[in-house]
Structure formats: structure tokens, C-alpha cells
């Protein structure tokens, strides 16, 4: 829809102006809006992890992809919910 392409193509225009945490978590979300976009949207989100270990939203939205996949990775996402939930 349109507003999510308006939202992906901010997303990426922050990105490559300042790679944060929160214009990763934001692409990912968009990405998980999107049935096909499911791997793009993990990679953004542990992409979110990496810049700031320390995010309980970041590993929340691994954990919840990892759990959408179309094989699902359990126990990856298990490990992200404790990590979450370490904070």
C-alpha cells in the first residue's frame, strides 16, 4: 500500500543518512507488515540488535520474526526472548 512504501522509503533515506537502531526497528516493521518480506525484516532487526545490544525491542522483534518464518528457528528466538527479557 502506499503508505507503506512512503514509510519503507523514509526508512531507507534515514538509514543512509544515520544507521540507527530505531530506523532499523522501523524498515524491519515494514517489512514484517509484508508476508513476503520476512527475512528482510530479521535482518533488520538483528541489524537494530547489533547497534545497541542492550534494546529489549530489538530482540523482542528477532524473536517474533524468528518465530514468523516460514521454518520457524525456535530456538533462536527463544534465546532473544531471554535476552529481552534479561533487560
Do not use: H, W
Amino acid at each position: 500500500d502506499e503508505a507503506a512504501a512512503a514509510g519503507l522509503e523514509e526508512s531507507e533515506i534515514a538509514i543512509k543518512l544515520k544507521s540507527s537502531k530505531l530506523s532499523y526497528l522501523v524498515r524491519g516493521q515494514i517489512y514484517a507488515g509484508d508476508g513476503l518480506a520476512k527475512e528482510k525484516a530479521l535482518s533488520d532487526f538483528k541489524k537494530a540488535v547489533e547497534l545497541d545490544p542492550n534494546s529489549v525491542v530489538a530482540y523482542l522483534n528477532c524473536a517474533r520474526a524468528c518465530f514468523e518464518m516460514p521454518a520457524p528457528n525456535n530456538s533462536t528466538a527463544k534465546l532473544n526472548q531471554e535476552r529481552a527479557l534479561a533487560y
